[in-house]
Structures are given as C-alpha cells and as structure tokens.
C-alpha cells in the first residue's frame, strides 16, 4: 500500500510512526484557532453535507500547539525537503514564531486570494490564506526540490505560474459529503508536483477531508497522514484505495515562432549583459 493515515494526533502519531529524515515534502492546513466548527454562521452556507466533528484548537493553546507539531515537522524532514502551512492571519504569528524556534529556512512567503470572504461592514473584508514555503537545509547531495518546468517548455509561462499571489478557486462540490474548510485538490495539485517527485513521501498533518491525499496518491507520490475527527476519518480514507494513478500533466507548448523571438532576446540581454560587465570592470593590469 502507498499509504499509511493515522486516527489520531499528528504530534503523537509522527512521533510513533515517521522515521526521522524520512519525508520529502509536507502540505497541510492546520487549524486557525478560530471556532472553526461555527463558521458555517458567518459565511451563510449549508452545513449538511459536511462531516461534522471538526476539531479545532483553543486559542490559549495555540502557541504551544504550533509549536509541537512544527518541531515533528523539522524532525521528520529529509535534509532538503520542504513544507508548506495554509494559515489565516488571526494566529498566523504563533506559526511564524513557531518555524523561527526550529533550523527550518524561509523559502516563500505567499498569498492565496479568494472570492467568498466573511462579509463585513465595520472592517476590510477577509479574502486571502497565507502559504509559509519553508525548509529543511540542503544537506550535500539531498537538496530542495522545485520542478519550475514540471508543466511548462518556457520558463516564461512557468513564471506567470509562480507569482506570490495565487488565485485559490473554490471547490463546488454540491451533494458531496465534504469536510469543513477543504482545500481544492486543483489548487493543491501545483504544490505538490513543484516541490516533490514520483516516488516521494508526502506528509498532511491535518488531513481532513484527504485532498492532499488523493492529489499525491494520483501522481504517482506515496502518503502519510492524520486526522483526529474519526468521523473524517470513517469518511475520506476508504477512498484512497480508489484513486486512480495519472501520468504527469502535459507539457503546455509553446508557439515555435514565440519561443524562437524569446530565445533571440534572451540572447541579446545576455550579450547586453556581458557587454557592461566588461565596460564596468576595472583593468588591474593598468
């Protein structure tokens, strides 16, 4: 089996179950420390397709909870391998200071905008997620990695892909038994095949609804992951057995006549380049 989910704590489970070094690459949505099991009455939507139990953190344990499961994270890691942390902004310094507390490095700071923010009339309306890109350091030959050409032939359609702004669609699913706040599987997808290979091991602390799951399991990655909600649990995990295994995407090509003009330029800044290096140097033999 290429994957192996916990119904229990992450702190507790990766502690138990992950080998220290041993996986390539993390994705999770933690928690926000908000009451998360009653947004349902701010955002106006129908709850009865949602699997209820959502446990969500208090907020006076927030900092200590972050903390904990981070320090499991910089543990588990493989040297060069890397993780990212959906948050809201509420709490969003316990998990910074929490990543500052370990050896991890900074690599991204992104922004994730939506359109179904909580309404509101006395403030600015709430429409974005923060993704923390972070870490482990590059040990000699185990280094980060970040396929910026995995769907692309030019790296100027892969740098349209890659801007810090991120557009986060929402996912429709009407009828579908769902877990509370789920991510997009579309929206996850580009995580996971920039920062990991066929064949590595994807962590989710905070499984959920298993998007981060299914997406892995369906490019040819292997899982390992918790829930604490047993009734998520019960829900999303007799899935996984079913998710069928894709081939990578398709190159999105490029026009040959485009990328010839692409190529041309790029040749003239680099003689441009070259040229005012050599205007500027100064000659030590004079």
């Known amino acids: 089996m290429n994957y192996k989910v916990y119904n229990q704590s992450c702190i507790e489970g990766m502690r138990e179950h992950v080998k220290d070094d041993s996986i390539d ?10 009451d998360g099991d009653g947004l349902d009455v701010h955002y106006h939507r129908d709850e009865s397709t949602v699997v209820p139990g959502y446990v969500d953190v208090p907020l006076d344990q927030y900092k200590e909870f972050s903390l904990n499961w981070i320090r499991e994270c910089e543990r588990v890691l493989r040297p060069g391998g890397s993780i990212y942390i959906v948050s809201g902004y509420t709490n969003l ?13 900074e690599v991204n700071h992104l922004i994730a905008k939506y359109t179904f923010g909580v309404n509101a009339t006395k403030k600015w309306i709430s429409s974005h997620y923060h993704i923390l890109f972070w870490q482990k350091p590059d040990k000699g030959s185990q280094k980060r990695t970040f396929n910026h050409l995995y769907k ?9 892909d890659r801007l810090s702004v991120q557009d986060m669609p929402r996912d429709y699913k009407p009828g579908q038994i769902k877990n509370k706040n789920q991510l997009s599987e579309d929206f996850i997808e580009k995580f996971i095949m920039y920062s990991s290979n066929r064949g590595d091991t ?20 292997k899982f390992v992951g918790f829930e604490l909600n ?11 057995a079913d998710v069928e295994i894709l081939p990578d995407p398709e190159k999105i090509t490029v026009d040959p006549v485009e990328l010839a003009k692409r190529q041309r330029m790029r040749e003239g800044w680099r003689k441009d380049r070259a040229k005012r290096k050599q205007q ?7």
């Open 280 to 286: 500027t140097s100064p000659n030590l033999f004079e």
């Open 25 to 34: 690459l993390i994705f999770t949505d933690p928690p926000y420390g908000i």
């Open 93 to 105: 310094h316990h998990i910074l200071n929490a990543l500052h507390e370990t050896d991890l490095e």
């Open 230 to 240: 047993k009734n998520a649990y019960d829900a999303f995990v007799p899935g996984l």
């Open 152 to 160: 692309w032939f030019d790296n100027k359609d892969s740098y349209n």
């Open 202 to 221: 994807v962590l989710d602390c905070f499984g959920g609804g298993f998007t981060t799951a299914r997406t892995a399991l369906r490019y040819g990655r």
